[in-house]
């Protein structure tokens, strides 16, 4: 079934919107979009960088006025990309992409793969998708606190392999949340995988987080790790945060 007429889907105007960015340039990497934040996500990670939207209710229903600035930059901006929360959490996601692709824009996505099924779904209507994977299968539920998450995580990425459109993956780490070995052992279950772009994302720490996280060292994780993940990717970047 076409994921603009999928009965699960709902009018765009019933999104759930926690906020937007009118620009950015770090969102979708080489592309200049606009970023929509949905709200609610189906997992607690004790990282979330936007605890805010966890909750579905938290949302507003402020598509119609999203569409009337977009109209205005039409010509501005390459893209749109949906965030969160789990923008899949949100049944209105799939007529929120074909009116963005109708208004001339490209859509991006962000997600940490909890609805494999409404990935596949919504896939035909992405130009780009940010898969956030968090660790190894075995470690997922301990970050997310969210059992079956791991599953789900990777299920997502073998719909994005198999579909063959635009993606990276990319890992939130910390030396709390990953050793050196758990770091490699992931990176490696990626390159094996297929996955071609790659980037760890520094946590930072802030007292927006649900947790307290201390500082990261200058030099984590150590430089040669780096080389050695960056040679299993055809692109691999270390990003601040
Ligand atoms: S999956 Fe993302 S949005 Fe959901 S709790 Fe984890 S970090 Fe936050």
Redesign the pocket.
């Known amino acids: 079934m076409n994921a603009a007429t999928s009965t699960n889907s709902a009018p765009a105007e019933r999104a759930r919107i926690g906020g937007w960015q009118p620009f950015s340039s770090c969102d979708w990497p080489g592309r200049l979009a606009a970023v929509v934040f949905f709200a609610g996500?189906p997992?607690?990670?004790g990282?979330?960088?936007?605890?805010g939207?966890?909750q579905r209710r938290h949302g507003q229903h402020r598509w119609p006025q999203l569409r009337e600035l977009l109209l205005r930059r039409r010509g501005l901006l390459d893209g749109v990309v949906f965030s969160?929360?789990?923008p899949l959490s949100d049944p209105a996601l799939p007529a929120l992409l074909a009116e963005v692709r109708a208004l001339g824009f490209a859509t991006g996505l962000h997600t940490?793969g909890?609805h494999p099924h409404r990935l596949q779904q919504v896939l035909p209507l992405l130009d780009w998708v940010g898969l956030?994977i968090k660790t190894v299968p075995g470690r997922y539920a301990a970050l997310?606190a969210s059992g079956g998450s791991g599953a789900r995580a990777f299920a997502s990425l073998d719909l994005l392999l198999a579909h063959g459109g635009d993606f990276e993956c990319r890992s939130t780490i910390h030396p709390a949340l990953h050793d050196e070995h758990s770091l490699r052992q992931l990176a490696t279950t990626l390159a094996q995988q297929g996955v071609r772009r790659y980037a760890w994302q520094l946590l930072r720490p802030g007292p927006q987080l649900p947790q307290p996280f201390a500082p990261i060292a200058t030099g984590w994780p150590h430089a040669e790790l780096q080389q050695q993940v960056a040679a299993m990717f055809a692109q691999f970047e270390l990003r601040s945060g």
């Open positions: 996500c997992w607690r990670c990282y979330c960088h936007n605890p939207l966890l969160g929360g789990e940490a909890a956030d997310t």
